[in-house]
């Protein structure tokens, strides 16, 4: 009889191994053959899968699609997922088509995916060793709104202090001016301190103020 063995096959191919059998049985001086019969073994490879490298994205952008390979024609790959709120399922199978991130809270939102390859030769099935890759999607920042202001030229303005409600870590903010002559230059960030107004003429003038909230490089929507 043939005793149990371990399996090797360091290809990436399946190795088979066809066998001939043939009976005997000897008596006295005598040995007669039957007729042999046939068998194989087949070994199928250990299928793997590249380690996807890790994404960041924003809120409402596209993650782009994450396609699977290996070292084995062939192979089939399963994956699942920890954070359904980003807008990917929990699992399926075969590579991950593009789809918009979503992440309606205030912290970044980490999905880890977990994907398994596996070979399938015959009624046998292999399966791999996982590899695993997460998805960040970071969340919008936000800027409360401001309330219009008017002074007499000369004047000394309040000074404007940005915040956000919303509560996105890191928020940063950089606004623009659409008119420097109220004595307010152009483009700036963070809070405007205070300035002293101005005006040439003998009209009132007025400048719209732009902010644009940033956070982990996204943007959020401005505020005039």
Same mark, same amino acid.
């Given at each position: 009889?043939?005793?149990?063995?371990?399996?090797?096959?360091?290809?990436?191919?399946?190795?088979?191994?066809?066998?001939?059998?043939?009976?005997?049985?000897?008596?006295?001086?005598?040995?007669?053959?039957?007729?042999?019969?046939?068998?194989?073994?087949?070994?199928?490879?250990?299928?793997?899968?590249?380690?996807?490298?890790?994404?960041?994205?924003?809120?409402?952008?596209?993650?782009?699609?994450?396609?699977?390979?290996?070292?084995?024609? &062939? @192979?089939?790959?399963? /994956? $699942?997922?920890?954070?359904?709120? !980003?807008? %990917? #399922? =929990?699992?399926?199978? +075969? *590579?991950?088509a593009s789809?918009?991130?979503?992440?309606?809270?205030?912290?970044?939102?980490?999905?880890?995916?977990?994907?398994?390859?596996?070979?399938?030769?015959?009624?046998?099935?292999?399966?791999?060793?996982?590899?695993?890759?997460?998805?960040?999607?970071?969340?919008?920042?936000?800027?409360?709104?401001?309330?219009?202001?008017?002074?007499?030229?000369g004047s000394?303005?309040?000074p404007v202090?940005?915040?956000?409600?919303?509560?996105?870590? &890191? @928020?940063?903010?950089? /606004? $623009?001016?659409?008119?420097?002559? !109220?004595? %307010? #230059? =152009?483009?700036?960030? +963070? *809070?405007?301190?205070?300035?002293?107004?101005?005006?040439?003429?003998?009209?009132?003038?007025?400048?719209?103020?732009?902010?644009?909230?940033?956070?982990?490089?996204?943007?959020?929507?401005?505020?005039?």
């Amino acid at each position: 009889n043939i005793a149990a063995f371990n399996t090797v096959n360091s290809g990436n191919t399946v190795q088979t191994g066809n066998f001939s059998v043939t009976p005997k049985y000897s008596n006295l001086q005598h040995e007669c053959s039957g007729n042999p019969v046939t068998f194989s073994i087949s070994v199928i490879p250990t299928p793997t899968v590249v380690d996807p490298a890790n994404l960041v994205v924003c809120n409402n952008a596209a993650v782009p699609a994450v396609n699977f390979t290996g070292a084995v024609t &062939g @192979t089939t790959y399963t /994956w $699942t997922n920890t954070a359904t709120s !980003i807008n %990917l #399922a =929990a699992n399926s199978t +075969g *590579n991950i088509a593009s789809f918009n991130a979503t992440n309606t809270t205030a912290v970044p939102v980490v999905a880890v995916v977990q994907v398994t390859p596996s070979y399938t030769h015959g009624p046998t099935t292999c399966t791999g060793t996982n590899e695993s890759f997460t998805i960040t999607v970071n969340p919008t920042p936000t800027v409360d709104a401001q309330a219009p202001a008017a002074y007499c030229v000369g004047s000394p303005s309040n000074p404007v202090l940005f915040s956000s409600s919303f509560g996105v870590a &890191g @928020t940063s903010f950089a /606004w $623009t001016n659409s008119n420097a002559a !109220i004595g %307010l #230059a =152009a483009t700036g960030n +963070g *809070n405007i301190a205070s300035f002293t107004t101005t005006n040439a003429t003998n009209q009132s003038i007025s400048g719209n103020i732009v902010v644009t909230p940033s956070a982990n490089g996204c943007s959020g929507n401005s505020s005039n």
